[in-house]
């Protein structure tokens, strides 16, 4: 089993930062992946990016250059969220996937442990 606590979202003008974390506790130990994921009203959840953890890294297309996930020891997790847009408000959650990846990507992944999320709200 892997616990999963993310903190530091909030309220944030257009053009601004936050930093999420994600603090990881259990079975870490057999962590293939993990990722930042968020939802808006109305929509699907959706990938924001993931990480490997050898340390290999995807976006989506709409974060690339302004999100950078970010990893401690399979024990933290960080997403650094610049550039801010109210495109991006959402609740934001932190994802572990604990098993082989089989030829799949991290992006791919059916993730099997998640935190309860926290919230993003960006204003224009």
């Known amino acids: 089993q892997v616990y999963l606590v993310e903190s530091g979202g909030g309220s944030v003008q257009a053009g601004g930062s936050l930093r999420l974390s994600c603090a990881a506790s259990g079975a870490t130990y057999r962590t293939t992946c993990m990722g930042w994921f968020r939802q808006a009203p109305g929509k699907e959840r959706e990938v924001v990016a993931t990480?490997?953890?050898?340390?290999?890294t995807t976006y989506a297309d709409s974060v690339k250059d302004r999100f950078t996930i970010s990893q401690d020891n399979a024990k933290k997790l960080y997403l650094q969220m610049n550039s801010l847009e109210p495109e991006d408000t959402a609740m934001y959650y932190c994802a572990a996937y604990s098993r082989n990846l089989l030829g799949i990507s991290c992006r791919e992944a059916s993730y099997n442990y998640w935190g309860q999320g926290t919230q993003v709200t960006v204003s224009s």
């Open positions: 990480i490997e953890k050898y340390g290999a």
